[in-house]
């Protein structure tokens, strides 16, 4: 399930997918790089600002969390699905 426009994600359970740098080792030619690095992050949403959004794979505690991914929007692959409606 997609977001509306203008929906939270805080909370919610959510899978993002976004390209990240990457290192490719030995890279001794251009024939040897990698094309994109796309990763695919699932968890709970605990952060949902205009240029960021952080998703946690663990809560621990009351309310603490572990595993947090901090991923810039315009990494992001849209749409961030939610999972959990």
Request: charge should be negative; proline fraction near 7%; aromatic fraction near 8%.
């Amino acid at each position: 399930m997609q977001p509306g426009a203008g929906e939270s994600l805080l909370g919610k359970i959510v899978k993002a997918s976004w390209k990240d740098a990457w290192y490719d080792h030995p890279q001794t030619k251009p024939s040897d790089w990698s094309d994109e690095c796309a990763i695919v992050t699932y968890g709970r949403c605990v952060r949902d600002e205009d240029e960021l959004i952080s998703i946690a794979g663990e809560e621990v505690g009351d309310g603490e969390y572990r595993a947090v991914t901090h991923i810039p929007r315009l990494l992001i692959v849209p749409p961030i699905e939610v999972l959990n409606a």
